[in-house]
């Protein structure tokens, strides 16, 4: 197959040449300038004779592959040939692959996954992402299978895909290279995970079943321990109870620790589980309650949070329609989003969510794209601009034409960004587990030693060497490492999700000690996110009431953001509105009805120079001023003459005062503000 290489030649001094390559040209299938088969590339290159350079630069935004070679050593076609062969040899070797995985529940321990997987010969990288349940591995296919690392997969207890049985067989190897997810897209649903199968409204408790038994275990701690202090249960019926407290608090974490522990791996769970057992030994119930108890929630709410991060995936996957009507051959059907073709027209009607990214050909609208962009109100689209998939058309019809396909979209690309970034562990936590790795053996074999040691060489009697033994174990159980860390992340994440910000990983929570610049989003961080009236200017002996009810009796017939806002600042003044006749829309206008045998117009200035309506030049200031303010204005018309301007603004909240001064106490010197909208709008609210 021929690859067009993209070339410009550019000379740098005698002898030398630069010849610029896209990596999807070279490498199909190769999206991530960090992907490893871009060193590997460089690497082979440099290597050639006459080359001497490889490496990315940034050309128009985009990452490109830059290859300095002599022309007098080696010829542009030679290079480009050599540059195709290397591509193809390494993506037909080195193969990424991004799998769905079902069987992860609440007790799931990803670290684990990754040790196991990493563990086989040619593996070169993995990493398991628990809150869309997906692993993505990169492996040498000369050195190992997909169906190799499967089985070893299928020994944990999970599988790749959605089917029962056997693991999903991966697509054709030499058709082309696996970075390109493709044959592993439509397993959204992960039918048959045992948190996404309940069906809606499922029983609180079988979706929370973890947290559910921690609750239990600590329930049952309580009772057993205020029960023999407070009302006299014989100790027989108390140790029962701390019995079914330990089966409740532990059996999540001897699920996943005892099999790691078969397999040689012991972590911190099984730590926490013979620290247990050992105060069970020592006849101390309560201790060994109280520490799965602890353990086991704060395992429980771990996974909540992971759950709360899966939900917020899911709804924004949820933001780009599945189901696109487009013209084909004359006629207009539905098809499936991924089945989209570049130079597809798309037919997107008044008021639906736009499911492409493409150009205008026919129509105007007022356009939504506050999902993609965070501009606070519709932006004017004529043909020629662009939309994106994801956003909200307004009253008027378009015809779109597709440019890119539905996995390039701007919209696919955030979605695919947030679901393979993997779940960052704070600095604190990454050194409490490199800690662990080494720390739980030292603790067993300790353990054992002193158990054992002492009684060979006479130095204690077997029973008083396995008691102590025990006791040193159960002193050792990690409970401030295992316990604090998390608690103290999860408690911060908490907290913000409450208050409506999502955190991604402790690593962000442990970095906010240390900033001194923050950027925050304008629209509904800053401000309220929607716009309001803000200034009512009435001309022609119009009051600025009387001006308020007509413009609202008009609007009240609009969905329009801008329209909702004029209604509302009618409803707040108790203004009483007047019948009007049909709506009409004039897209990219405005709207005009009669309203008491008078034709309302509102809109631009151009909905009423397009009627032959002159607009003085006292009204044509003042709406230049309000536009140069950074504030949207409508002009509102009657007959033949205009009668006043409203303007609206999208406002700042009313705590953004008092909270930007505080961040600037805790010792934030730069605050940053990000916006789609125009520099007149961001500088007003600035």
């Known amino acids: ?27 199909p299938g190769v999206e991530d300038s960090a992907d490893g088969c871009i060193s590997r590339f460089e690497e082979r290159m440099k290597a050639q004779t006459g080359i001497i350079e490889a490496h990315l630069e940034e050309q128009d935004g985009q990452p490109v592959l830059c290859l300095h070679y002599d022309p007098n050593l080696v010829p542009l076609e030679r290079v480009e040939r050599i540059a195709r062969d290397t591509g193809v040899e390494l993506t037909t ?66 599988r790749f895909g959605g089917q029962s049985g056997t693991p999903a067989e991966p697509a054709d190897e030499h058709a082309g290279h696996a970075h390109d997810d493709a044959g592993h897209e439509d397993h959204g649903d992960h039918e048959g995970h045992g948190h996404t199968a309940s069906p809606e409204g499922a029983n609180w408790f079988r979706r929370n079943w973890e947290l559910s038994l921690s609750l239990l275990s600590g329930l049952l701690l309580a009772v ?16 029962g109870i701390y019995v079914l407290s330990y089966v409740a608090g532990g059996y999540d974490l001897a699920r996943h620790g005892l099999p790691a522990a078969l397999r040689g791996k012991f972590d911190v769970d099984f730590l926490m589980l013979a620290g247990a057992v050992g105060a069970a030994v020592l006849g101390e119930w309560a201790e060994g309650s109280l520490l799965l108890f602890l353990f086991s929630f704060g395992h429980a709410l771990e996974h909540y949070a992971m759950e709360r991060a899966r939900d917020a995936i899911g709804a924004l996957g949820k933001l780009t329609p599945k189901v696109a009507r487009v013209r084909r051959d004359g006629v207009e059907i539905e098809v499936a989003t991924e089945n989209l073709r570049v130079g597809d027209i798309a037919i997107i009607r008044s008021g639906d969510r736009i499911a492409v990214d493409g150009r205008i050909l026919v129509g105007r609208s007022a356009v939504d794209q506050s999902p993609i962009t965070g501009e606070s109100v519709p932006v004017e689209k004529v043909p020629g601009d662009g939309v994106f998939a994801g956003a909200i058309n307004g009253e008027g019809a378009l015809e779109v034409e597709v440019t890119k396909l539905a996995k390039d979209t701007t919209m696919a690309r955030v979605v695919k960004m ?48 396995i008691l102590r033994a025990l006791s040193t174990l159960v002193a050792a159980s990690p409970c401030a490492r295992s316990l604090a860390t998390p608690a103290a992340v999860l408690a911060g994440i908490g907290q913000a999700a409450r208050n409506g910000v999502l955190i991604k990983g402790g690593v962000h929570l442990e970095n906010l000690g240390t900033l001194e610049a923050i950027a925050l989003d304008k629209t509904g961080t800053i401000t309220k996110g929607k716009p309001e009236v803000t200034d009512i200017m009435a001309f022609g002996g119009m009051t600025e009431g009387e001006l308020l009810r007509t413009a609202a009796s008009v609007e009240s017939r609009s969905a329009h953001p801008l329209a909702q806002a004029v209604v509302r600042k009618a409803q707040e003044q108790e203004v009483v509105l007047t019948p009007t006749g049909e709506l ?67 406002q700042p909240r ?4 008092a909270t930007l001064a505080a961040l600037k106490k805790l010792g934030i010197k730069s605050l940053i503000m990000l916006t789609g909208d125009n520099a007149r709008v961001a500088g007003a609210i600035a």
């Open 1 to 27: 197959m021929a690859i067009k290489l993209e070339e410009r030649g550019v000379p740098l001094r005698r002898s030398e040449t630069a010849l610029h390559l896209t990596i999807s040209r070279v490498m």
């Open 93 to 158: 070797r080195f193969r990424h692959e991004t799998l769905p995985i079902t069987g992860m529940d609440h007790g799931t321990n990803p670290a684990n996954i990754e040790q196991s997987v990493r563990a086989i010969p040619g593996v070169l990288n993995v990493g398991v992402n628990y809150p869309i349940e997906k692993m993505r591995v990169e492996y040498d296919s000369t050195l190992t299978t997909l169906d190799a690392i499967s089985k070893v997969v299928g020994s944990l207890g999970l």
């Open 224 to 239: 057993g321990f205020f029960g023999e202090r407070l009302f006299g249960i014989p100790p027989s019926v108390v140790v």
């Open 418 to 465: 947030v679901e393979e970034a993997q779940t960052q562990k704070s600095p604190t936590q990454s050194f409490t587990d490199r800690f662990e790795q080494v720390f739980v053996p030292v603790v067993l074999g300790t353990v054992v030693l002193a158990a054992v040691i002492p009684p060979l060489v006479g130095w204690l009697p077997w029973k008083v060497a």
């Open 584 to 650: 009409q829309s004039v897209t990219g206008r405005g709207v005009q009805t009669e309203v008491n045998g008078t034709l309302i117009r509102i809109g631009s200035p151009k909905l009423f120079t397009d009627a032959g309506i002159a607009v003085p030049p006292e009204i044509a200031d003042g709406n230049a001023r309000l536009g140069e303010a950074g504030k949207s204005t409508m002009l509102v018309g009657a007959g033949d003459r205009i009668i006043g301007v409203i303007a609206l603004a999208d």
């Open 654 to 657: 009313a705590e953004t005062p």
